[in-house]
């Protein structure tokens, strides 16, 4: 079997997984002037109700909790940010980072367009909100807000998530170049490595693409997608030497499914060629 009639589309989904930063941590408020007449227990006593009262002193707890993993506790205490303030933008996105993280999405996108209606222009926000979408599927609305955040922010999460919306609609051109300032943004994202090599893969660039894979596995050797696109790219550049080595050596250390079956079947193609 001629290998060069042969094209082959990447196999691996873009399995990447998309994360989003804790809000930071405001400063805590000053201790005051000086302690008050009536002793340390009195004084102690009022802090202690003057924080039930103060919606950033409920952040503040949020952000610990969601920094520990305690993410219902984070989002217990973002909900009484914003019963004692609803203009609270961080207790908003505090909300709106918690509930992602839960994988309550349509909750996390309420929240960060609450924060976003608040204070558009702050960082982050646009790019959470995106995200939620992303996973809500509401493709356009992430596009407009990961937009608004690469503007901004220029910063390499939003282009990779552009390049992958870019290349799910087959905007190649575009998916390409979102991936190349995801890279020249953050120079060790091996996924951003990976969406340029199945994007140039598609554009029939395949020693390029290969190019990439390679690129993305100096910076996580284990990765199974980055391997088996990269016998692809092989493949595709009329390499079956080449191709045949790499899966033979990822082959033992997949698991059974239809990936791994899809990769038998390269290389019964290559044995048979």
Known sequence: MDTRQRLIRTAT??????????????????????????GPQKQKKKAKVDDEKDPQA?????????????????????????????????????LGSAYYTKGEFAQSAEAYEK????????????????LAYMELKEFEKAEAALKKAQAAEGDSESAYQLGKLCYSNKRYEEALTYALAAIQKDAKSAKAYNLKGVVLNQLGRYPEAAGSFQAGLILVPGDIGLHINLGIAYLNSNEPAKAKAVFEAVLPKMEAGPLKTQVEEYLKSIKDA
């Open 58 to 94: 409920q952040f503040e707890r949020g952000v610990v909790a969601l920094r520990y993993g305690l993410t219902d506790e984070a989002i217990r205490y973002g909900r009484l940010a914003v019963s004692l303030d609803a203009n609270h933008f961080d207790g908003w996105s505090l």
């Open 115 to 130: 924060a976003a209606s608040i204070k558009p222009a702050a960082p982050g926000i646009q790019r959470g909100l995106g």
């Open 13 to 38: 989904a873009l399995v990447l997984a998309a994360a989003i930063a804790v809000v930071g941590c405001a400063a805590a408020a000053g201790t005051g002037d000086g302690p008050e007449a009536g």
